[in-house]
């Protein structure tokens, strides 16, 4: 499996940006994409999921509003648009595939068996 992120950049508060995952490699219709990030001397937070069957989608608190997943599945790409950002979204982001359920409750990030090379989000205040 492979994944490649585009769309990060420098975007001043209540700016918006989308990040785009390209995947492929997949050998199953049965795995989950999402999104999670790492700021600079902090632990890696979950962002959101999306299951590539059926399109359960989830949002951790942090984002929940602001930022929607979405996929295209003819172009095996997944989109995190994120609106209305806070200097406090300001993070490496990561998107990771994994075989398990995005569910009600979210998605593990230590769950993900593949992560891409991160795209970096800077919002300034």
């Known amino acids: 499996v492979q994944l490649v992120e585009s769309g990060g950049g420098l975007v001043q508060a209540g700016g918006s940006l989308r990040l785009s995952c390209a995947a492929s490699?997949?050998?199953?219709?049965?795995?989950?994409i999402g999104w999670f990030r790492q700021a600079p001397g902090k632990d890696r937070e979950g962002v959101s999921c999306?299951?590539?069957?059926?399109?359960?989608?989830y949002y951790f608190d942090s984002v929940e509003g602001r930022f929607t997943i979405s996929s295209d599945n003819a172009k095996n790409t997944v989109y995190l648009q994120m609106n209305s950002l806070k200097p406090e979204d300001t993070a490496v982001y990561y998107c990771?595939?994994?075989?398990?359920?995005?569910?009600?409750?979210?998605?593990?990030?230590?769950?993900?068996?593949?992560r891409g090379q991160g795209t970096q989000v800077t919002v300034s205040s």
């Open positions: 990771a595939a994994g075989p398990y359920y995005c569910s009600g409750y979210g998605y593990p990030v230590t769950h993900y068996d593949t």
């Open positions: 490699g997949f050998t199953s219709d049965d795995y989950a």
């Open positions: 999306i299951n590539n069957r059926d399109g359960n989608t």
